[in-house]
């Protein structure tokens, strides 16, 4: 027990730390190679971030373990937004000025609709993720068409202001972007490893460790990578990742591990529960980035407290289920 326990500590600490070290070297490779900032923010940060379930989501499904996948792909979603913007707001305000990110959260809610569709019949096929997969590389080819289209965009500022504080040489970008890389797999070995060995100690399912433990481990570079930006009056890089993530977390992570490994008798919780609340909390966010009776495209530090208490909600509404209430 002991050795699982250390195995995940130890997973996550070294999971953030190589994240961070891959985002950075990717973003000063591109930048040496002459990529523009804002593809460069939207690309290689929303991937980075998004790399940690993405890798945990190959290794837990090459492992035999794919509902541990699905839970992390949802349950990560639901961090991003009620406890990631949640804490984020609670700190300062978070204005939305992006065009980009606006045309994306109806994207965001699309791709949503689409895996509860792929949900109904309690199974993700091969077929479906190859659907996913072939949606993901579709939206890096709109990702780009979207950072060409769209110059001076507030999004582009920020991440110009973002990548001048963290220059690095082409050759310190390649070294951290390669070993980053390595560290990422390893350490997702390592987490995978002792989430599984606590989840058969304790008899809860994988996708419950998912939804919960995991998910919660693999956000943190996105919790960071908010505060941070939110800090530094960086807003929309704050929710830029957090829509960049949940897409990435569906399309790619679900596709991964479905193509590696099909999901089956998928639990019906996870359709009436955990992805119905993924949905409400997509349209909430949409709510507050839009604006609505004439409020302007925000989250304040109230609504900052009201995704939180979402957060505790849902976490202690699956901690009363396992305890058969």
Same mark, same amino acid.
């Given at each position: 027990?002991?050795?699982?326990? $250390?195995? /995940?500590?130890?997973?996550? &600490?070294?999971?953030?730390? =190589? +994240?961070?070290?891959? *985002?950075?070297? !990717?973003? @000063?490779?591109?930048?040496?190679?002459?990529?523009?900032? $804002?593809? /460069?923010?939207?690309?290689? &940060?929303?991937?980075?971030? =998004? +790399?940690?379930?993405? *890798?945990?989501? !190959?290794? @837990?499904?090459?492992?035999?373990?794919?509902?541990?996948? $699905?839970?992390?792909?949802?349950?990560?979603?639901?961090?991003?937004? =009620?406890?990631?913007?949640? *804490?984020?707001?609670?700190? @300062?305000?978070?204005?939305?000025?992006?065009?980009?990110?606006?045309?994306?959260?109806?994207?965001?809610?699309?791709?949503?609709?689409?895996?509860?569709?792929?949900?109904?019949?309690?199974?993700?096929?091969?077929?479906?993720?190859?659907?996913?997969?072939?949606?993901?590389?579709?939206?890096?080819?709109?990702?780009?068409?979207?950072?060409?289209?769209?110059?001076?965009?507030?999004?582009?500022?920020?991440?110009?202001?973002?990548?001048?504080?963290?220059?690095?040489?082409?050759?310190?970008?390649?070294?951290?972007?390669?070993?980053?890389?390595?560290?990422?797999?390893?350490?997702?070995?390592?987490?995978?490893?002792?989430?599984?060995?606590?989840?058969?100690?304790?008899?809860?399912?994988?996708?419950?460790?998912?939804?919960?433990?995991?998910?919660?481990?693999?956000?943190?570079?996105?919790?960071?990578?908010?505060?941070?930006?939110?800090?530094?009056?960086?807003?929309?890089?704050?929710?830029?990742?957090?829509?960049?993530?949940?897409?990435?977390?569906?399309?790619?992570?679900?596709?991964?591990?479905?193509?590696?490994?099909?999901?089956?008798?998928?639990?019906?919780?996870?359709?009436?529960?955990?992805?119905?609340?993924?949905?409400?909390?997509?349209?909430?966010?949409?709510?507050?980035?839009?604006?609505?009776?004439?409020?302007?495209?925000?989250?304040?530090?109230?609504?900052?407290?009201?995704?939180?208490?979402?957060?505790?909600?849902?976490?202690?509404?699956?901690?009363?289920?396992?305890?058969?209430?």
């Amino acid at each position: 027990m002991l050795f699982f326990l $250390l195995a /995940i500590i130890a997973g996550f &600490v070294l999971l953030v730390w =190589s +994240a961070d070290r891959f *985002v950075e070297g !990717a973003a @000063a490779t591109a930048k040496h190679l002459g990529m523009p900032s $804002l593809l /460069i923010g939207i690309l290689i &940060v929303g991937f980075g971030t =998004s +790399a940690p379930e993405m *890798v945990v989501s !190959a290794v @837990a499904a090459f492992g035999g373990n794919p509902s541990l996948a $699905l839970g992390n792909a949802i349950g990560s979603n639901i961090v991003n937004i =009620s406890l990631i913007l949640g *804490v984020t707001a609670m700190l @300062a305000p978070i204005a939305v000025n992006s065009g980009i990110i606006k045309k994306e959260l109806p994207l965001l809610l699309f791709i949503v609709f689409v895996s509860g569709y792929m949900l109904l019949d309690a199974q993700i096929t091969f077929i479906e993720g190859i659907v996913l997969l072939a949606g993901f590389f579709s939206l890096i080819a709109w990702s780009v068409y979207a950072a060409m289209q769209h110059k001076n965009d507030a999004l582009e500022k920020e991440f110009d202001a973002e990548i001048v504080i963290h220059k690095m040489s082409l050759q310190q970008g390649i070294f951290w972007l390669v070993f980053g890389l390595v560290l990422l797999v390893i350490s997702s070995r390592i987490l995978v490893w002792g989430a599984v060995g606590v989840a058969h100690i304790f008899g809860v399912s994988d996708l419950i460790i998912g939804l919960t433990i995991v998910a919660l481990g693999t956000s943190l570079p996105e919790l960071a990578a908010s505060i941070t930006a939110t800090r530094k009056g960086e807003h929309d890089i704050a929710v830029g990742n957090v829509v960049g993530s949940n897409m990435f977390n569906i399309l790619a992570v679900i596709g991964i591990a479905a193509v590696i490994k099909p999901l089956e008798q998928i639990q019906s919780e996870v359709l009436s529960r955990d992805w119905l609340v993924m949905l409400v909390l997509t349209l909430v966010l949409m709510a507050f980035a839009y604006g609505f009776r004439g409020r302007l495209p925000k989250i304040s530090r109230l609504e900052g407290v009201g995704l939180f208490a979402c957060y505790i909600a849902y976490n202690s509404y699956i901690g009363y289920q396992l305890l058969g209430y």
